[in-house]
């Protein structure tokens, strides 16, 4: 399994604009191959945090090269964020407890 956590944050006013392809990054990776699951959070200090799991290396890796997403990726750094960091990692062991999440 693949994790991948984005925090990130947004520039003032850009919200309405960002939601649109936010949106579109959503379903377009809910379609990839590999895909497992995605959530969003955010805090009242505006940090916005996004985690996505792929079942393996190559699926994470075909989405992270995937235009639409790199695009959207050009749109983040130019338009969308004040600030974000990455943090892609193997994940070495789960556990679980209860109805899925």
């Not at 990130?8 to 939601?19: C, F, K, T």
């Not at 379609?31 to 393996?56: K, L, N, Q």
């Not at 338009?79 to 899925?100: C, K, Q």
Request: charged share 30%.
């Amino acid at each position: 399994m693949i994790l991948t956590v984005f925090r990130s944050r947004l520039r003032p006013g850009v919200d309405g604009a960002y939601q649109l392809v936010a949106r579109e990054m959503s379903d377009l990776v809910r379609a990839s191959a590999g895909f497992v699951d995605e959530v969003h959070f955010e805090s009242p200090s505006g940090e916005r945090v996004t985690i996505v799991r792929f079942t393996d290396r190559p699926s994470h890796d075909a989405w992270a090269a995937h235009p639409r997403h790199r695009e959207a990726q050009r749109r983040g750094r130019e338009e969308f964020y004040a600030s974000y960091d990455i943090t892609v990692a193997d994940v070495t062991y789960e556990r679980h407890f209860g109805p899925p999440l």
